[in-house]
């Protein structure tokens, strides 16, 4: 089957912009974490979707925002873009939202470029 | 609060020689363990994972690891790595119970010479 499609692979923005990004769970899956990942912070959570509804929340500003769709599918959007955001920008795809035993499967990422 | 501790930023190891990359675990609840492994320009995909019963799991690619409750380690274990196993290796704690989000260690860069 499909594994977790993340679009665009890259991206160069410039500060001030903002930007969307985009993940398709593998197939029946119905939760969409998103996580950053940068060489001095490693690998940060984002937020978490399941059933269109947010989750768990981590510890990012407000311009850092997303959304579920009812085909699973995610979305996330970065306001007001800093040379901070650059990151690579992970989803990670599993079954339920509750029980964390299956693991996640990864997309391959975004990575942002702000200059 | 929960946290994962992985010992060592970078491990540079021989072909054919035996590695393990460490990871220490905090956590006031039961947990699940996972390790995952992250090549170039790819996302993370895993490696194996501790649920419950016995502590010694095998993984893909030749990977295991063991469950030490007592020292709250899960270090990762391979008797001969290959050039291909160059890449990093996270360690990753969830909560058994439903409640805090998988954390992830900082990562452990390995890097297989030959």
């Known amino acids: 089957k499909a594994g977790v499609t993340q679009t665009p692979r890259y991206l160069i923005k410039t500060r001030g912009q903002q930007v969307t990004l985009s993940c398709s769970p593998i197939?029946?899956?119905?939760?969409v974490s998103w996580y950053q990942q940068t060489p001095g912070q490693g690998l940060q959570f984002l937020f978490e979707?399941?059933?269109?509804?947010?989750?768990n929340k981590g510890n990012f500003p407000g311009r850092f925002s997303g959304r579920q769709f009812s085909n699973s599918r995610s979305e996330m959007n970065v306001s007001t873009l800093e040379l901070g955001d650059s990151a690579l920008y992970l989803c990670?795809?599993?079954?339920?939202?509750?029980?964390?035993?299956?693991?996640?499967?990864f997309g391959s990422g975004t990575r942002l470029t702000v200059v | 609060a929960q946290s994962v501790t992985q010992l060592d930023s970078q491990v540079p190891v021989f072909e054919e020689a035996p590695v393990e990359l460490r990871c220490n675990y905090s956590s006031s609840v039961s947990v699940y363990l996972f390790w995952y492994v992250q090549y170039p320009n790819q996302g993370l995909q895993l490696l194996l994972k501790y649920l419950s019963g016995s502590t010694l799991v095998k993984g893909i690619n030749g990977f295991e690891a063991e469950f030490n409750k007592s020292q709250t380690s899960f270090h990762l274990r391979k008797p001969s790595v290959h050039i291909s196993d160059t890449a990093e290796y996270f360690c990753?704690?969830?909560?058994?119970?439903?409640?805090?989000?998988?954390?992830f260690g900082a990562g452990t860069r390995l890097f297989v010479k030959a």
């Open positions: 990753a704690v969830s909560d058994a119970g439903g409640g805090f989000k998988t954390i």
């Open positions: 197939s029946g899956h119905r939760s």
């Open positions: 979707y399941f059933s269109e509804t947010q989750r």
């Open positions: 990670a795809s599993s079954l339920t939202s509750s029980d964390s035993r299956y693991g996640y499967t």
